[in-house]
């Protein structure tokens, strides 16, 4: 993984080999709870950044999922499917 910060607080990461959920090339833009310190892991970063500039969450468990994963298995697997592709921008 390669890792840019900037002074601002904006991390990108950027995966070239994919890992165990996107099996593709992707990257995030993620900003920093606190822009001073170095950026060590997820947990350093408050919220990520959509296609479109808005804040997004970080990670399936930071929103609530509206479908059971026993009742609705295929709805379930959608909506957190649509969250973390919102923060993970899969490339070509």
Known sequence: ???WEYDDGTVVRYKPLGDELVRAPWFCIGIKTDPTLPHRS???????IDVRGNPCPKW?????NPYSPD????Q?????????EAARRVLP
């Open 42 to 48: 997820l947990a350093d970063i408050a919220f990520m």
């Open 60 to 64: 399936e468990t930071h929103i609530r």
């Open 71 to 74: 009742r609705n298995p295929l």
């Open 76 to 84: 379930y697997k959608v909506f957190r499917d649509a969250v973390l």
């Open 1 to 3: 993984m390669l890792v």
